[in-house]
């Protein structure tokens, strides 16, 4: 996995506590099992562009701000 890769994940779980959202509630608006939101942001899995586009929106982020 790539460092930019590992870097847009790990911003996935800095941007989710920084709003005191849980792992369950940004899965279930995600519509993905918490277990693979946990293994996205532990870096375990690579999502599609969908779901990161997902995640993003759930989050009140662009993705804009995941890549930067």
Do not use: F, N, W
């Not at 930019?4 to 996935?12: A, P, Q, W």
């Not at 941007?15 to 918490?34: D, F, M, W, Y």
């Amino acid at each position: 996995m790539e460092q930019e890769t590992r870097e847009i994940l790990g911003k996935i779980r800095l941007k989710r506590q920084a709003q005191k959202i849980s792992l369950l509630k940004l899965a279930t608006e995600v519509g993905i099992s918490h277990s693979h939101l946990y293994y996205i942001e532990t870096k375990k899995v690579i999502p599609s562009i969908d779901v990161i586009v997902k995640i993003s929106k759930a989050l009140g982020i662009t993705i804009l701000e995941l890549l930067t």
